[in-house]
């Protein structure tokens, strides 16, 4: 027996797009934070495993400056984020494309800092195994903080040379959702790897 179709209702005057939970692009980027999130999550349960067995109250303590301004930085970096953020949100294509801008000058400055901090570590990537998991952490979230520089990047470059359309809105909405992540996992790793030693 054949079931006729029934119309159950016309969705063609939905629109296209959304911000937040009804948007796919949301979902996607809230998967892609849980994901990073528990790659971080691993690596310092794999420090905090090698602590104890590292002889760690024997090597001197790491220098807080480089660490101390990456993170300064980034915490800086969730007032404009959070402005953009509400910008987009709102559709309001001159102040959305200034925070782009911004959001890449101060990623860029980030991942500078970033270069300088791994340069000033006190312990090499092959010294021990818990050199290997500090290089590990902060290697790791540099490659996520570059992915989403290259974002605030493309999007900026996208934006002042074509029309901005909605979608784009909840692109950049979603783009600085993640970067919230960026920001905490900056302040995670600081704690973890500049402050640890100090406390434990």
């Known amino acids: 027996m054949i079931r006729a179709e029934t119309i159950v209702g ?3 005057g939905l629109p296209d797009h959304d911000v937040g939970p009804g948007s796919l692009g949301w979902w996607g980027t809230i998967g892609l934070m849980l ?17 104890p067995q590292s002889g760690q109250s024997n090597q001197p303590l790491p220098s807080l400056l480089w660490g101390s301004v990456v993170t300064g930085l980034a915490i800086v970096s969730a007032i404009p984020n959070a ?21 890449t000058g101060i990623g860029v400055a980030l991942l500078v800092s970033r270069t300088l901090e791994l340069a000033a570590l006190d312990v090499r990537w092959d010294s021990n195994a818990q050199g290997s998991v500090i290089w590990s952490l902060l290697v790791l979230h ?7 520089v290259i974002g605030w990047g493309l999007m900026a470059a996208h934006g002042l040379r ?32 500049y402050w640890s030693p100090r406390l434990l």
């Not at 987009?88 to 200034?98: D, G, M, S």
């Not at 540099?142 to 989403?148: E, L, N, S, V, W």
């Not at 029309?163 to 704690?191: C, P």
């Open 10 to 12: 016309d969705v063609s």
């Open 142 to 148: 540099t490659a996520y903080m570059t992915a989403a």
């Open 83 to 103: 402005w953009i953020r509400r910008r987009a949100r709102q559709h309001e294509l001159r102040a959305t494309q200034t925070g782009l801008s911004l959001m």
């Open 35 to 51: 994901i990073q999130g528990m790659g971080l999550l691993l690596a310092i349960g794999a420090y905090y495993f090698l602590f």
């Open 162 to 193: 074509t029309e901005m359309t909605n979608r784009r809105f909840s692109a950049i909405a979603s783009s600085a959702l993640h970067w919230h992540f960026i920001v905490l996992s900056s302040v995670a790793l600081y704690v973890v790897i």
